[in-house]
């Protein structure tokens, strides 16, 4: 008897020290690999998407949430973003950060490098999603051009839940403050009849966009009215004429310059709108064609930061 106690003690005590060595193994992977074990999950555009909490490494091509991620406090999180054409509000951002492609193709081996917790794709990635998530987990945030304030709102506090409950009261109360500022405007916007029409230029031609468009945050959120004619919702807009800028004749022109947003050569947009016909609008009579900070609204948007500088940059003219 005594000595089959004898043998039932040493296969315990092998087996637990077969435990603890593979636990060991498994701690010490974990530690090497850098990433957190815990999980949180995201409602992005894909629906609920698991991801790290409190990521240490994110590679991000949406500068919207970018600029919501600094200013959470967690702008040292970010290892790489397409670091090319950056708006100038986002220049001063930790050198550390590494390239990753351009805003529309990602450099794949450039991201694997960086062995990232996380990646934050934009629309304008969304075909590589599937690229993406072979590297690691995967997020997509969109805002809808029905409700962009209301999407865009969800967006923010969604990204912030990955930092905790901290940093989601932070996000909330600074959307708080964004709210009174939206409806300080809105309600200026409200009291008036102007109407307000919205051009971007694109390497010498014009395009008008309306009031769902990737530009609805103007109408929809700031309450600035749109002409009263169809314009084609479309992500690059409707082709217009100088003649057509004239028929509308809007008392206010919002003007997005895609060619400097991105760096191009802008002398094919030189005089545009000194042309005649759009010199009869009321618009131009008034002196309210307006450039907006083309780099902030084609290239960025829907983050913290982004936000509050579209609202300064077209504030003055509520109600106007």
Known sequence: MKHMKKILLSILTALAVVLLVACSTNNEKNTNSGKTADKVTIKDSQGDTQVPSNPKKIVVFDLGALDTIRNLGKVDSIAGMPTETVPA?????????????????????????????????????????????????????????????????????????????DAKKKAQSELDSLDKEIETVASANEKSDKKALTLMLNEGSMSAFGAKSRFSFLYDSLKFKAPDVKIEDSKH??????????????????VVNRTLAIGGDNSSNEGILDNALIQETQAAKDKKIVNLTSDLWYLSGGGLESTKLMIQDVKDLAGK
């Open 89 to 165: 509000y986002l220049k001063d951002l930790p050198k550390s950060i590494k390239n990753v492609g351009t805003m529309k193709e990602p450099d794949l081996d450039a991201i694997e490098e960086l062995q990232p917790d996380l990646i934050i794709a934009s629309p304008r990635t969304a075909e590589y999603l599937s690229k993406f998530k072979e590297i690691t987990p995967t997020i997509l945030f969109k805002s809808s051009e029905k409700d962009y304030w209301g999407s865009t709102k969800t967006n923010i506090l969604s990204l912030a839940s990955l930092f905790g409950d």
């Open 237 to 254: 807009g409707q082709e217009i004429s100088f003649e057509g800028v004239k028929e509308i004749n809007p008392d206010l022109i919002f």
